[in-house]
C-alpha cells in the first residue's frame, strides 16, 4: 500500500536557521509523483513543487530547496534562513500515475514555527 | 484569473442533518477533487469529479456524495450528518484528471455537535 511518512510532528526554529523536513514514501510503482504542499494558519493549502519519479534531479526556488533520493524513497524539503512566514504546516504527497483515479495520499503533515 | 472558492467558511450542523458544501473551480480547470482534513491530520481524499463524472473515490462511505455542474463547479453533500464529519473540507481543482498540481480553495470548517 501506498504510505508518506513525516516522522517530524513539530519542529521549531530560530529565524535565519535553516531546516530541513523529512519525507519518506512508500509505493510499490514505478512511475509515481511526490508533492510538497504548505498550509498556513488560515488554512488554505499552497502548492510548493511537483516531482516525478523519472527526475532525480535536486530542485532550489530561492530559499526552497528539495532533495529526492530514490534509493532510500526520501523527498525532503530545506527552507535556508528562514522566515516567521515560513511558519505552516507543511504536508508531503504522493500520487499514483496509472488509471484515472488520481488522488493524492498524504503524510501527517509538520508543523514548521520558526521564532523571531 | 480566479483561484478557487469554497462556501460557506464555516458551518455548524447536529448530528443526522444534512449539509452541501461548494466549490468553483480555478478557471480552465476540469477537474475537482475533494479532502476531508480532521483537526491535526493529513487530508483524506473523499472522490474526484472530471467533467462532471466521478473519477474515483476514497474510503468513505455513500452518505458522502458530489456532483459536478457543467460550468465544472462542484457540490459535496452529506448525509446523516456524525460527530466524527467534523473537519475542514478542501476543494481542489486542477486542469485534467492527468498528475497536475491541484489548487486548493480555502476550505469549509464543518463543525457537527
Known amino acids: 500500500a501506498q504510505k508518506v511518512t513525516q516522522a517530524q510532528t513539530e519542529i521549531s526554529v530560530v529565524e535565519k536557521e535553516d531546516v530541513t523536513l523529512d519525507c519518506v514514501y512508500e509505493t510499490r510503482d514505478t512511475t509515481y509523483y511526490l508533492f510538497w504542499y504548505k498550509q498556513p494558519p488560515s488554512g488554505e493549502l499552497v502548492f510548493l513543487i511537483r516531482?516525478?519519479?523519472?527526475d532525480e534531479q535536486n530542485e532550489i526556488s530561492g530559499r526552497y530547496s528539495w532533495n529526492f533520493q530514490k534509493s532510500t524513497s526520501s523527498f525532503n524539503f530545506t527552507i535556508t534562513a528562514s522566515q516567521v512566514v515560513d511558519s505552516a504546516v507543511y504536508f508531503c504527497a504522493l500520487s499514483e500515475a496509472t488509471g484515472n483515479n488520481r488522488k493524492l495520499i498524504w503524510g501527517l503533515g509538520t508543523s514548521l514555527g520558526v521564532n523571531p | 484569473e480566479t483561484g478557487v472558492t469554497q462556501s460557506p467558511t464555516h458551518l455548524i450542523k447536529t448530528r443526522g442533518q444534512q449539509v452541501t458544501l461548494r466549490c468553483s473551480s480555478q478557471s480552465g480547470h476540469n477537474t475537482v477533487s475533494w479532502y476531508q482534513q480532521a483537526l491535526g491530520q493529513g487530508p483524506q481524499f473523499i472522490f474526484q469529479?472530471?467533467?462532471?463524472?466521478?473519477?474515483g473515490r476514497g474510503n468513505f462511505p455513500p452518505r458522502f456524495s458530489g456532483l459536478q455542474f457543467p460550468n465544472y463547479s462542484s457540490e459535496l453533500n452529506v448525509n446523516a450528518l456524525e460527530l466524527d464529519d467534523s473537519a475542514l473540507y478542501l476543494c481542489?481543482?486542477?486542469?485534467?484528471?492527468?498528475?497536475?498540481?491541484?489548487?486548493f480553495g480555502p476550505g469549509t470548517r464543518l463543525t457537527v455537535l
Open positions: 516531482r516525478n519519479s523519472f
Open positions: 469529479y472530471y467533467r462532471e463524472e466521478e473519477n
Open positions: 481542489a481543482s486542477s486542469p485534467n484528471r492527468g498528475i497536475n498540481e491541484q489548487f
